[in-house]
């Protein structure tokens, strides 16, 4: 049997607030690119395979490439389906998940435990003994995941609450202090990325790669390589369209000493491994197999590599921990640009 929030009885339950959150439209436009996009490549390969493929081999590689295709339409279709379809739904006590299949519903005066889930866009989970929603904050703007954050947060008991000072400061604090009408300013050791930035950098390399895979296509009689562009296109697409329109700042490389540390020791990592791959064709005779030792190499490389990254996570995660008591006096103490303007308008 579930157990009612004692602090939800102690203020005579909720009061019966109703507001629906939508996805945001980027999975729509997402989706449709990306379905424009399984096209292209399927009708690409069709192509390709019908012109170069032996005849006993068309079927299976129609089959195989199809499979792909299918694959990536699929997860673009799912994609504007749930802009369509999903959303969720705060009304009073009741939290209520519409997705494109399945209708959950939890009743917050009965959650045992809600888990705040600090990666990087933000995650909410509630549990009842026998329900469970996940709220994903990255599917809403900024102003309704901090609604949702303060929400939440307000109502549910503390001694329920898990993970909040992490969260706090990696998710909730940002959210707090966002001010969509406020322009980004860096600082010294900061750059500012815009849209016009992402256009300076990639589609010089876009138009070097149409212009090489169209002479490679046609040097060689290659239809393929008419593709060469995809895959810039879709780095371009993904950077630009992932940026505010006002831009955001980020921190510059050579600010941070374990980003630079970490980054020296991949590349110095790499190249031992090149080394050490070039010099295994001057060996006569290895006393294993060449694909032996490129293997065991491999394996070594990954290991050693997960290892630093394991021990840079950790202290990054003691980091954030020991900032973390500061953001959560910070939130407490303060309050959002967006409701302050809203409070003035209200007042105006």
Same mark, same amino acid.
């Given at each position: 049997?579930?157990?009612?929030?004692?602090?939800?009885?102690?203020?005579?339950?909720?009061?019966? =607030?109703?507001?629906?959150?939508?996805?945001?439209?980027?999975? @729509?436009? /997402?989706?449709?690119?990306?379905?424009?996009?399984?096209?292209?490549? !399927?009708?690409?390969?069709?192509?390709?395979?019908?012109?170069?493929?032996?005849?006993?081999?068309?079927?299976?590689?129609? #089959? #195989? #490439?199809?499979?792909?295709? %299918?694959?990536?339409?699929?997860?673009?279709?799912?994609?504007?389906?749930?802009?369509?379809? =999903?959303?969720? %739904?705060?009304?009073?006590?009741?939290?209520?998940?519409?997705?494109?299949?399945?209708?959950?519903?939890?009743?917050?005066?009965?959650?045992?435990?809600?888990?705040?889930?600090?990666?990087?866009?933000?995650?909410?989970?509630?549990?009842?003994?026998?329900?469970?929603?996940?709220?994903?904050?990255?599917?809403?703007? *900024?102003?309704?995941?901090?609604?949702?954050?303060?929400?939440?947060?307000?109502?549910?008991?503390?001694?329920?609450?898990? /993970?909040?000072?992490?969260?706090?400061?990696?998710? $909730?604090?940002?959210? @707090?202090?966002?001010?969509?009408?406020?322009?980004?300013?860096?600082?010294?050791?900061?750059?500012?990325?815009?849209?016009?930035?992402?256009?300076?950098?990639?589609?010089?390399?876009?138009?070097?790669?149409?212009?090489?895979?169209?002479?490679?296509?046609?040097?060689?009689?290659?239809?393929?390589?008419?593709? $060469?562009? +995809?895959?810039?296109?879709? +780095?371009?697409?993904?950077?630009?369209?992932? %940026?505010? &329109?006002?831009?955001?700042?980020?921190?510059? +490389?050579?600010?941070?000493?374990?980003?630079?540390?970490?980054?020296?020791?991949?590349?110095?990592?790499?190249?031992?491994?090149?080394?050490?791959?070039?010099?295994?064709?001057?060996?006569?005779?290895?006393?294993?197999?060449?694909?032996?030792?490129?293997? *065991?190499?491999?394996?070594?490389?990954? $290991?050693?590599?997960?290892?630093?990254?394991?021990?840079?996570? &950790?202290?990054?995660?003691? &980091?954030?921990?020991?900032?973390? &008591? %500061?953001?959560?006096?910070?939130?407490?103490?303060?309050?959002?640009?967006? !409701?302050?303007?809203?409070?003035?308008?209200?007042?105006?």
């Amino acid at each position: 049997m579930d157990l009612i929030n004692p602090k939800m009885v102690e203020h005579g339950g909720m009061e019966a =607030e109703h507001k629906v959150f939508r996805i945001r439209r980027k999975y @729509r436009n /997402g989706g449709v690119a990306g379905l424009a996009l399984a096209s292209i490549m !399927t009708i690409g390969m069709m192509l390709e395979i019908r012109a170069e493929a032996p005849p006993d081999r068309q079927m299976s590689q129609i #089959f #195989f #490439f199809g499979s792909i295709c %299918t694959f990536f339409a699929s997860i673009s279709l799912w994609m504007v389906l749930s802009y369509y379809f =999903e959303s969720l %739904t705060i009304q009073g006590s009741k939290v209520i998940e519409q997705g494109v299949l399945l209708r959950k519903e939890l009743d917050l005066e009965r959650i045992r435990m809600l888990r705040w889930i600090a990666s990087p866009s933000g995650g909410i989970k509630l549990k009842t003994l026998t329900e469970k929603i996940t709220i994903y904050l990255e599917n809403f703007p *900024c102003e309704e995941r901090l609604w949702i954050v303060e929400h939440l947060r307000e109502q549910i008991p503390e001694s329920a609450q898990e /993970g909040w000072d992490l969260f706090c400061h990696r998710v $909730a604090l940002p959210l @707090r202090r966002y001010d969509p009408q406020a322009l980004p300013v860096p600082d010294k050791d900061e750059v500012l990325l815009t849209r016009k930035r992402w256009d300076r950098l990639l589609l010089p390399w876009i138009l070097l790669f149409t212009v090489g895979g169209v002479l490679a296509a046609w040097k060689f009689n290659l239809p393929r390589l008419l593709s $060469a562009p +995809l895959l810039p296109m879709i +780095l371009w697409l993904s950077m630009r369209y992932s %940026t505010p &329109k006002q831009g955001m700042v980020s921190q510059k +490389l050579s600010a941070d000493k374990e980003s630079n540390s970490y980054l020296t020791f991949l590349g110095g990592m790499f190249a031992a491994y090149m080394i050490l791959m070039i010099g295994l064709k001057f060996i006569d005779n290895p006393p294993v197999s060449e694909s032996t030792i490129m293997f *065991c190499l491999t394996v070594i490389w990954f $290991a050693v590599v997960l290892w630093k990254s394991h021990r840079i996570g &950790k202290k990054l995660h003691k &980091k954030q921990l020991e900032a973390s &008591k %500061t953001s959560v006096k910070e939130w407490e103490a303060g309050s959002s640009p967006q !409701t302050t303007d809203s409070k003035e308008s209200q007042l105006s």
